[in-house]
């Protein structure tokens, strides 16, 4: 067994706030992922949550990256928060239809978010955990069957065969259930260690053979940034991990005060050492 991966990097890059701070002065908005992804190794992609990407988005997006570089995709909030993971095969085929499969071998892991007030509900997450496809193979069959209104908004390959992990991200307290983690578990699907400054419940389960982290702050949600002492702590845990031969995803979301791509940084730069 060899040394897990680390993929570091900020949920997004388009934030206002970031200009003239992160981005240097002047630099053009279309220009800002090729910057942030010279500076960090992976990117989580969170403006698929509120609709879905072009093909021609998508694609920008692989080729505006370095080679080796790694986009985590948000699902879309039509499966999680508005159908509330009820009836979602055609809202699914449509989401792998719009491109994300054209990431190709930048596509890293799926996070799937449930909103704070869903309660968990073991037959509707199996239901929904039941439809996830495990390859990339699978997830074009699944695509096939897309809604007719999509048009020629689709992609629909070819596509190398690939596995695909999925994460899910709870915030209900509901979710401190062995039957979660054991559902997770058999789907293979990573239970998301989240630090919400302890808003929401923080998970550490092991349910996949990869660790999916996400810092939202650790005293102001969205806001904090961590400390050397912080950062010292999370990446000797992402050490350990990739030790035990687990590939991590660790992503910064606490973005208000510009802090996200000086932790992501900060943690990469530990972590290399």
Known sequence: ?????????????????????????????????????????SIEINGSFYGLPKPKTWQSWRDGTPDGFVLSVKGPRL??????????RLPLANFFASGVLSLDAKLGALLWQLPPNLAFDPDVLERF??????????????????EELMGDRVWLGPVEERPLRHSMEVRNATFDDERYFALLDEFGVASVLADTAGKWPRFERDTADFTYVRLHGDKILYESGYDD??????????????????????????DIKVRAPVDAMGLIARLQE
Do not use: C
């Open 229 to 254: 002492d912080a950062l010292d702590a999370w990446a000797a845990r992402v050490d350990g991990w990739r030790d035990a031969g687990r590939d991590v995803y660790v992503y910064f979301d606490n």
């Open 79 to 88: 499966i999680t928060h508005m159908k509330r993971l009820n009836n979602a």
């Open 1 to 41: 067994m060899g040394r897990g991966r680390a993929f570091v990097g900020m949920s997004g890059w388009v934030y206002p706030p970031w200009r003239g701070v992160f981005y240097p002065k002047g630099l053009a908005q279309k220009s800002e992922l090729a910057y942030a992804s010279s500076h960090v190794t």
């Open 129 to 146: 955990l039941a439809l996830l496809p495990r390859t990339t193979t699978e997830a074009l069959a699944l695509a096939q069957h897309r």
